[in-house]
């Protein structure tokens, strides 16, 4: 879910945060169809990426593995209570496409169970309705729900093109810095892993995960679930690769 930091309530990093520890992931999962269908989140980078570390300080029991357990509503509640923002109307936009309708009715639940006044704005097409709408900062979308994919497995092109400063692009509806989000501090740690990763990639994902950590500290959106695919293949297949961005290796496989 983005989370517009420009506009109330979420341009209050209590309530940001309130959310993220809110949120039900294991819920989000069943909603996309179970464990075979994806796993829970609570950080931009999905696994496979490089800069990849396991972090959640969203859950409950925070544990050292890094991984999601539990929402911890009292903690959430008590946020929202500091950030005097409770009564305020939020409106959540989803689209109709992938199941994300059901994403929309759930925050709208559980931003009424944190105390908020909030309904639900359905725009049917992902393409090009709803993100240019979300993503032109003339509207003031607050929240909604929002999915990526790279091209390749790039750290760049989950955190840079998505929460730099530059990637914000004000009144425009061709932004994709949905969440209107700039740390100048956090673009500097990317800007310097873009620099290395080519000559120097240890140090660089080093950074990477850095900058995934502050994000998610920043609470720069609400991460939920990372979707993954399941794979099923005869006896008489050979040499079966999946590779993490482009699936199956068709040109390495042999059948007898």
Partial sequence: MFLNTRVPPFDDLRVRQALNYAVDRERMVELLGGLLAARPTCQLLPPAVPGYRPYCPYTLNRNPAGTWTAP???RARAL???SGTRGMHVEVLAYEQFGRL???????????????????????????????YAGDSRNRAQIGTFGWYADF??????????????????????????SAFCDPGIDATMARAAE???????????????????????????????QHVVGFVS????????????????????VR
């Fill in 196 to 226: 290395i990763q080519a000559s120097d990639p240890v140090p660089a994902d080093a950074l990477w995960a850095e900058a995934d950590r502050a994000l998610v500290d920043r609470a720069a959106a609400v991460p939920l679930v990372n």
């Fill in 235 to 254: 006896e008489r297949v050979g040499n079966y690769q999946l590779h993490p961005q482009w699936l199956v290796l068709l040109d390495q496989l042999w």
């Fill in 72 to 74: 911890d509503l009292a």
């Fill in 102 to 132: 059901e994403y929309g009715r759930y925050f709208v639940s559980l931003l009424r169970r944190l105390g908020y006044r909030s309904s639900l704005r359905v725009i049917p097409e992902l393409e090009p309705d709803y993100v240019e």
């Fill in 153 to 178: 497995a790039s750290a760049a092109l989950f955190l840079r093109d998505l929460f730099s400063c530059d990637s914000f692009v004000p009144a425009r509806a061709s932004n994709r810095n949905l």
């Fill in 80 to 82: 929202v209570a500091a």
